[in-house]
């Protein structure tokens, strides 16, 4: 793999340690800023809102502008956020900084999927977009709790400004390493806009807003879930967070190794997994042992779709990839909070912390659902073109059937 890529993934380990350090820290921000915890809360919404509209509205400002000057851009709007996060004198400056933090997000994953994925052989391309997101996966393993830790002992202004060192690193990296790759020529904004209208491109969307909001159905209430069903100490949750993060390591990286061979069966292998995996949770919670394999499990089985949906997009956007992959992104978001919303409307009817389990499963299931439905519309679409044209599929028609 290029050292480029080494380069994407500390960009990704510094956007994902500063997108959920804040829920370990919002206790003492809210302190040091005199307000409640739900209004400290707006700093995770205000952040989770920035990536979804930031995702489109930063990618097509840079559509005049080469992929690897972008991303510089987009890490000097992170670095900047998060020095105005660290240095802010009052909470609406914080949440400013937060905002323009998140304006990088989505626009940063969305084109470095896209370089990372040029930077390698076409049968690579997965594994490519796989190890960028490693960046995003270790983050929480090691940056979140590391970064809680020092915001909790040190002064959480600490976190935010290492958070921003980290982007220099990043930003050094993506100059020193990432090649200069121009935009294709000939395409415009038109172009990228021209995606929105397959089918496949959207299908793959749903995908990923239901498939990622299984996971985060359960694991916005696992502190909760984890001391009030299974019996943890609170201080247990960083390290069962730990677990989640560990198991996202994994699926990742397997994700993307067998998306570049077989990539829809990799997505039902995982959906279908992961929507009994969250049906049993309700089942597992009850027990220590059992919840803290399961929630590996969640983590491993949810991120090992992200590499698949993320290059299923860039095939089916082929030509014009570059705004379909972040809005993809923007689509994490999504899914996370709406399946947020929807965990908390079943505890709150009075079915327990257990009944956030049922929504992930059923999120998951549907997921799943359309993953069929892409595919039996792909291999239609196959089918009438050889009809068409009066010959049997290619070898290349028949392999982006089975794909």
Same mark, same amino acid.
């Given at each position: 793999?290029?050292?480029?890529?080494?380069?994407?993934?500390?960009?990704?380990?510094?956007?994902?340690?500063?997108?959920?350090?804040?829920?370990?820290?919002?206790?003492?921000?809210?302190?040091?800023?005199?307000?409640?915890?739900?209004?400290?809360?707006?700093?995770?919404?205000?952040?989770?809102?920035?990536?979804?509209?930031?995702?489109?509205? #930063?990618?097509?400002?840079?559509?005049?502008?080469?992929?690897?000057?972008?991303? #510089?851009?987009?890490?000097?709007?992170?670095?900047?956020?998060?020095?105005?996060?660290?240095?802010?004198?009052?909470?609406?400056?914080?949440?400013?900084?937060?905002?323009?933090?998140? /304006?990088?997000?989505?626009?940063?994953? $969305?084109?470095?999927?896209?370089?990372?994925?040029?930077?390698?052989?076409?049968?690579?391309?997965?594994?490519?977009?796989?190890?960028?997101?490693?960046?995003?996966?270790?983050?929480?393993?090691?940056?979140?709790?590391?970064?809680?830790?020092?915001?909790?002992?040190?002064? =959480? @202004?600490?976190?935010?400004?290492?958070?921003?060192?980290?982007?220099?690193? $990043?930003?050094?990296?993506?100059?020193?390493?990432?090649?200069?790759?121009?935009?294709?020529?000939?395409?415009? /904004?038109?172009?990228?806009?021209?995606?929105?209208?397959?089918?496949?491109?959207?299908?793959? #969307?749903?995908?990923?807003?239901? !498939?990622?909001?299984?996971?985060?159905?359960?694991?916005?209430?696992?502190?909760?879930?984890?001391?009030?069903?299974?019996?943890?100490?609170?201080?247990?949750?960083? =390290?069962?967070?730990?677990?989640? $993060?560990?198991?996202?390591?994994?699926?990742?990286?397997?994700?993307?190794?067998?998306?570049?061979?077989?990539?829809?069966? #990799?997505?039902?292998?995982?959906?279908?997994? /992961?929507?009994?995996?969250?049906?049993?949770?309700?089942?597992?919670?009850?027990?220590?042992?059992?919840? *803290?394999?399961?929630?590996?499990?969640?983590?491993?089985?949810?991120?090992?779709?992200?590499?698949?949906?993320?290059? @299923?997009?860039?095939?089916?956007?082929?030509?014009?990839?570059?705004?379909?992959?972040?809005?993809?992104?923007?689509?994490?978001?999504?899914?996370?909070?709406?399946?947020?919303?929807? !965990?908390?409307?079943?505890?709150?009817?009075?079915?327990?912390?257990?009944?956030?389990? =049922?929504?992930?499963?059923? /999120? *998951?299931?549907?997921?799943?659902?359309?993953?069929?439905?892409?595919?039996?519309?792909?291999?239609?679409?196959?089918?009438?073109?050889?009809?068409?044209? $009066?010959?049997?599929?290619?070898?290349?028609? @028949?392999?982006?059937?089975?794909?």
């Amino acid at each position: 793999m290029p050292l480029a890529l080494l380069a994407l993934a500390i960009g990704a380990f510094g956007i994902g340690t500063t997108e959920f350090v804040i829920m370990g820290l919002l206790p003492e921000v809210a302190g040091d800023f005199g307000v409640s915890i739900p209004t400290a809360g707006f700093l995770v919404t205000g952040y989770a809102l920035g990536v979804m509209f930031g995702a489109p509205l #930063m990618t097509v400002l840079g559509t005049k502008v080469s992929r690897k000057r972008m991303l #510089m851009a987009l890490m000097g709007l992170f670095i900047v956020g998060n020095l105005l996060s660290a240095l802010a004198p009052a909470f609406g400056v914080m949440l400013i900084g937060r905002i323009v933090a998140s /304006l990088a997000h989505g626009a940063f994953f $969305g084109i470095g999927s896209v370089v990372a994925a040029d930077l390698v052989a076409p049968d690579k391309k997965a594994g490519a977009i796989a190890m960028m997101f490693t960046g995003l996966t270790v983050a929480n393993v090691v940056g979140v709790p590391l970064g809680t830790l020092v915001g909790q002992t040190v002064g =959480w @202004r600490v976190t935010f400004a290492i958070v921003a060192a980290l982007g220099v690193v $990043g930003l050094a990296g993506i100059a020193k390493l990432v090649p200069d790759m121009p935009r294709t020529e000939g395409v415009h /904004l038109r172009h990228e806009l021209a995606a929105f209208k397959n089918a496949q491109v959207l299908l793959a #969307m749903a995908m990923t807003v239901l !498939g990622f909001g299984g996971v985060f159905a359960a694991i916005t209430y696992i502190a909760p879930m984890m001391t009030h069903v299974a019996g943890f100490a609170d201080g247990s949750v960083t =390290w069962l967070l730990v677990l989640f $993060g560990l198991g996202m390591v994994g699926g990742n990286l397997v994700g993307g190794k067998y998306a570049d061979r077989a990539l829809m069966p #990799m997505l039902y292998v995982s959906l279908g997994a /992961l929507a009994i995996v969250l049906a049993l949770f309700t089942v597992t919670a009850h027990n220590k042992v059992l919840a *803290a394999v399961t929630i590996a499990l969640i983590g491993a089985l949810g991120f090992a779709t992200v590499p698949p949906l993320q290059k @299923r997009v860039l095939d089916q956007a082929h030509g014009a990839p570059t705004l379909a992959s972040a809005v993809n992104i923007g689509a994490f978001n999504l899914g996370n909070a709406l399946s947020a919303w929807l !965990g908390g409307l079943v505890i709150s009817a009075g079915l327990g912390y257990t009944a956030p389990n =049922w929504v992930g499963a059923a /999120l *998951a299931a549907g997921a799943l659902g359309l993953a069929v439905l892409s595919a039996a519309l792909e291999r239609r679409d196959v089918r009438s073109s050889a009809v068409v044209v $009066g010959a049997v599929p290619t070898t290349d028609q @028949r392999a982006a059937a089975h794909h």
